[in-house]
């Protein structure tokens, strides 16, 4: 049999799918885990965590479905930026991956922003400004602060590069992922040398760069050994997470946009060249179909909704354990019943800083204008209405480059509450689209893999037949002005709070 299997490495969870050759969902697996936040702007994860996570996915989805070893895998990975591992000599970690949330090399962005500029760092990385989140600012802190860690370190791997080694023990990458590492050119698409001369590391200590959609090589005997397949399983470049979930829902053309609530908020506008913002707010990025890009930005989302549900909604956690429905869409009931506008309640999700269009690695959470009026269920939907406003100050950017958002594809877990749905309908007086796809990073990267060996013709003939609209939310016209001065509060808290960001650690 010619299978496909998907494994989408999101924040603080990793999904793992099985599909046919014409794309059809055959087994679905999701493992939680839990961040290493020991102090504020620090955030880690163990290697080993996320390896383990994969192993127990592919066990679960032998539980639904009969694998033999004898069937052709081809096997592509949807991955999460800028996570950052360091190896030594055999290929082992020295350290705990530095997660994409993590902000604590702000003085190493600000030596960067000094050596090269943020106008450097835009046209040649694509990213609009350096920040302690990029893999250059991390290996800068490792270098600064763990001298004897990045002495022995012998290769900087982002996340999918790791997965691609362990599975077989090659050191490979992909355009869409390492853009913004900030240490590779995005238009000659090479490693920006000036950067490693900075950084001191050689190009040898980085992967090689491949396009997505692209053969690695076949699973290694020891990784086929441990996870229990045959050796049939091709191992190919994958996509950036949100890439490939722009691909999974059939956003692959110019004049597309998607959006996707997930661990983040993330935005794909694929563009057929180079486009850079003229007010340098909006990041560009290299796209998984060759010589291709996108507008692409993001913040942490469905990270905030999360951390609400694990601090205050145990009713509904112990609810999901019993059988009663899932946590989320409790919560959803809940914010249904409060009005737009949340009764003047405001949030800015910004939990971990905040990036493109208003960049601000200080940035914090806030909640403002609450009063004995305001219950749980208010603060659960200022929650989706920031995400919301996060939406709109994205789409108003992208207005000012001249690219017009006539819809919205929705994706991730964000999409499958219809009363979110409504919410960022309204704020944006836009249609948005939700699609068939029940997991579109999986399908993304499954896509990929199946082109790179042969399965599609391309990726557009397969997203052509395997993805469709489900379900579109017009805006109601009546929630417009409502909308409009919770948008006009949010853009002033975000621009007056600012220098009070700057006093905080």
């Known amino acids: ?91 082992k970690s020295l350290r705990n991956a530095i997660v994409w949330l993590d902000n604590r090399a702000e003085e190493e962005a600000e030596s960067l922003r000094r050596r090269f500029g943020n106008e450097q760092c835009y046209q040649v990385t694509g990213q609009v400004s350096f920040e302690p989140c990029w893999p250059a600012a991390k290996i800068l802190w490792v270098k600064n602060h763990e001298p004897e860690i990045f002495a022995k370190t012998r290769k900087f791997l982002l996340i999918e590069d790791y997965f691609i ?41 980085l992967p090689v760069v491949y396009e997505s959609a692209r053969i690695v090589g076949t699973i290694c005997p020891e990784a ?29 053309k110019e004049g597309m946009f998607s959006e996707n609530i997930g661990a983040a908020l993330a935005i794909c506008v694929p563009v057929s060249k180079p486009v ?13 179909l060759p010589d291709t890009y996108m507008i692409h930005t993001f913040t942490n989302g469905g990270m905030t909704l999360r951390w609400f549900r694990d601090k205050f909604c145990q009713i509904e956690k112990m609810a999901q354990e019993l059988g009663a429905g899932d946590a989320y869409d409790l919560i959803s009931k809940e914010v249904s019943e409060v009005p737009a506008g949340s009764d003047g309640l405001m949030m800015l999700p910004h939990l971990a800083g905040s990036l493109a269009p208003d960049v601000n690695a200080k940035a914090k959470g806030v909640w403002f204008g609450f009063t004995l009026q305001h219950g749980r269920a208010h603060f659960m939907r200022a929650i989706m209405e920031s995400l919301g406003y996060i939406l709109k100050r994205n789409i108003e950017a992208l207005g000012n480059m001249g690219i017009e958002v006539k819809a919205i594809r929705s994706l991730g877990g964000g999409a499958k509450s219809r009363v979110w749905n409504q919410i960022k309908a309204d704020i944006n007086q836009i249609t948005l689209e939700t699609v068939n796809t029940k997991e579109a990073g999986t399908l993304g990267a499954a896509i990929l893999a199946g082109t790179a060996v042969g399965f599609f013709k391309d990726v557009d003939s397969a997203v052509s037949s395997m993805v469709s609209v489900k379900e579109r939310t017009t805006p109601d016209k009546e929630k417009q002005e409502i909308y409009k001065n919770g948008y006009r509060m949010y853009k002033k808290l975000t621009a007056d709070l600012k220098d009070c960001f700057d006093e905080t650690k």
């Open 1 to 91: 049999m010619r299978l496909l299997l998907g494994l989408d490495i999101g924040t603080t969870a990793m999904k793992t799918a099985l599909y046919d050759e014409k794309g059809n969902l055959l087994a679905l697996s999701t493992q939680e885990y839990t961040l290493i936040t020991p102090e504020i702007n620090v955030v880690e994860e163990k290697e080993e965590v996320y390896w383990e996570a994969f192993c127990s996915g592919l066990s679960e989805l032998k539980q639904q479905v009969t694998m033999s070893r004898d069937d052709e895998i081809a096997m592509g990975i949807s991955a999460q930026g800028e996570t950052l591992f360091f190896l030594d000599e055999n290929g």
């Open 165 to 205: 080694y362990r599975l077989t023990g090659r050191f490979a990458t992909e355009g869409s992922l390492v853009c913004s590492s900030t240490y590779w050119d995005i238009i000659n698409k090479r490693y920006w040398p000036e950067m490693l001369d900075f950084l001191q590391i050689r190009e040898e200590q």
């Open 224 to 252: 086929a050994a441990e996870l229990g397949l045959g050796a049939n399983v091709t191992v190919c470049t994958g996509a950036l997470d949100q890439a490939a979930g722009a691909i999974g829902a059939g956003n692959i």
């Open 276 to 288: 850079f913002d003229p007010a340098g707010r909006m990041p560009l990025h290299y796209f998984p």
